[in-house]
């Protein structure tokens, strides 16, 4: 159930208010308006006045409302007027109007507007437009000319409405902590439907604002890339000439005047201002980072892997850092992604993005690396050899999300846990349609028996609690493959083994054959040691250090076979 208060102003403002919730709506979709319940349980109902004329039961009712209001004249408040709709889900039960009418004297109640017995509250009315929905409103001045006391109202009717969907067994939504990006209004939406847009353009902006910062190195080049994309930009200049803030339009978005509807980058998402932007794209070291020459695709997987080690053993503000990063990641890779993914990867990173934003500061430095290698594959489209590139990072990503998942449930950040959720389902998607072709075709070019044998023997011995396991797994000949590839190159098939061992743990892998296989692969594409290498390698034996494992969430671990 999803309440959302409105404050209005002016000398006509419940005038105007009652004949709106009166009216037929922007787009006719005020079928039966009908007084549900009101302060005195007995006022004027202009949807139930047959012989009278409702225009004039509106004014009445109008009136009655204002009076408070009228009898302190000049003293009357700026905003006089508190408008609240309250939607229910589309899977919630057909709610009677007898429950609606608790349901708006439990919202009234817990915003301060009416509370239960006080006879001089605020005057007020519920109105019901449709089977999923009421309007209420009041004016903000009590009978006994007072202000209500609705300090903080917004989260006391949240609150009371998740009290609501539990006595009526209503789809339960999840608490916020006011991080959340604001939701596009009724009239956004009824404007979308009538120029035959699937989005509003609140989204489709903050989509694209989200994706040039993602992309951008400085400031210049991101306003450039939102340009390219024909979002127009309006600078808010302070005194000193600085620019202060930004506004954002879509081209062909315009209001009845035939001029463009700005958005602020604040009411995009909180992450959107214009400061909050230039501290994401500003370098918070003497020096900018430098991207190894090598593969970026192998660069991206490897920063994107030590995700959840940050989230388990890092401070907060360093997890929240990586989040905001791997939330860029996602933003930018369906720009990079096959025709078949983009679907996919579009709707994880709309979902992934809710995940990004806590009431947690974030380290933003910590996760650079990460930023700059998926900057290079967005910009230079390196060559990704049968789509393992992109399998690979998808693999370490979907582990990255559900420690994100866990990460968030731990702090009881209810609605990123859920986006994170929900990102997961989309992103196992993703990778299925790009994992399956590249594994099948490594498959058939599996090594004879006796190899196999040779490699089966050097799992057993590096990992015996997970080796049967991986022989079992169907990805097993395409690890057969690639590690007789690596060896082909001129490495060490055991050696490989060990190195990929090494770099983390396969206690959290849903597959540890296909978590292995994309590793060995990695490592094979990296130039062999020399002899000399080994050699010394070989004398001093020295192991490589165990590196401590996280906690793997639920959503990970892996089910034993029976």
Partial sequence: MIPKIILGKGPHAVRRTIGYLFGKGRANEHIDPHLVASWNDFA????????????????????QLDQPVQMLGDKAPRHTVWHCPVRAAPEDPILTDAQWAD????????????????????????????????????????QDGRRPRRDHDQRAVQRECRRIEVDYGLRQLKPGDGTAAKRPTSKEH???????????SRDVLRQRVRRAVAAAADEAEFFALLEATGVAVRLKPGQSGDALGCNFALPGDTNDKGEPVFYSGSTLA??????????????????????????????ATAAVERIPRHLTNGDD????????????ALDLLPATAPAVLKAELEQAAAAFERATRSRIAAD????????????????????????????????????AVAFAMHWHRTRRHAQQEAAAEQALLHLRGAYALVAEPVLTGLARRSPGLQTRRRFAHHLREAIPEHAERILDDPAWDALATVLAEAEAAGHNAATVIDQ???????????????????????????HAPGPRA?????????????????????????????
């Fill in 44 to 63: 004027p109902d202009p949807g139930r006045s047959p012989h009278r004329d409702p225009k004039k039961v509106e004014n009445q009712l109008a009136a």
């Fill in 364 to 399: 933003l430095d910590s996760a650079r690396v990460l930023r700059r290698s998926v900057q290079v594959i967005w910009r230079d489209r390196p060559q990704d050899r049968d789509g393992a590139g992109f399998a690979m990072l998808l693999d370490v990503t979907l582990t």
């Fill in 500 to 526: 990929a061992l090494g770099e983390r743990a396969l206690d959290d892998a849903r597959s540890p054959a296909r978590a292995l296989t994309w590793r060995v692969r990695r490592l094979g594409e990296r």
């Fill in 190 to 200: 009824f404007k979308a439907k009538r120029l035959g847009q699937d989005t509003a």
């Fill in 270 to 299: 909180p992450d959107l201002s214009l400061p909050r932007i230039r501290k994401r794209l500003a370098t918070t070291s003497p020096e900018p980072v430098r991207i190894r020459p090598g593969n970026p695709w192998h660069q």
């Fill in 534 to 562: 080994e050699a010394v390698k070989a004398r001093t034996g020295t192991p490589r250090p165990a590196r401590p494992t996280p906690p793997v969430p639920p959503s990970l671990q892996p089910t034993r076979r029976r």
């Fill in 317 to 328: 503000r360093t997890a929240q850092g990586q989040l905001v990063a791997l939330g860029a």
């Fill in 103 to 142: 349901i708006a004297r439990r919202i009234v109640g817990a915003a301060g507007i009416a509370p239960e017995g006080d006879e001089e509250a605020c005057r007020w009315v519920a109105v019901r437009h449709a089977d999923d929905h009421i309007h209420i409103a009041a004016t903000l001045v009590r």
